[in-house]
């Protein structure tokens, strides 16, 4: 059974910074691309960044370019988000996800808040 366990998240001020986590396990962690997906209030789930097997190739949508870098530790089937310089408007419920996109199996997701 997969199972994706996010931890890390929290509330913080603007700019600001925060490290999420998601320890994995039921499946050969190493074989897939990861992602990490947010779903903000009242709107759609919506992909932010993803990352290949092998670490080496992160991607991002345009709006955490620069702010945002995901990587993973695959000795420890984990994947991270370091975030920094946060804005409100990443205020969301952040989950990670199996492949690259929204469609595969996700975590229960940890709450990131940026608030004044």
């Known amino acids: 059974e997969v199972q994706l366990v996010e931890s890390g998240g929290g509330q913080v001020q603007p700019g600001g910074s925060l490290r999420l986590s998601c320890v994995a396990s039921g499946f050969t962690f190493d074989l897939y691309a990861m992602s990490w997906v947010r779903q903000a209030p009242g709107k759609e789930l919506e992909w932010i960044s993803s990352?290949?097997?092998?670490?080496?190739?992160?991607f991002y949508i345009e709006s955490v370019k620069g702010r945002f870098t995901i990587s993973r530790d695959n000795a420890k089937n984990t994947l991270y988000l370091q975030m920094n310089s946060l804005k409100i408007e990443d205020t969301a419920t952040y989950y990670c996800?199996?492949?690259?996109?929204?469609?595969?199996?996700r975590g229960q997701g940890t709450q990131v808040t940026v608030s004044a």
């Open positions: 996800a199996m492949n690259v996109g929204t469609a595969g199996p």
């Open positions: 990352i290949t097997q092998s670490g080496a190739e992160p």
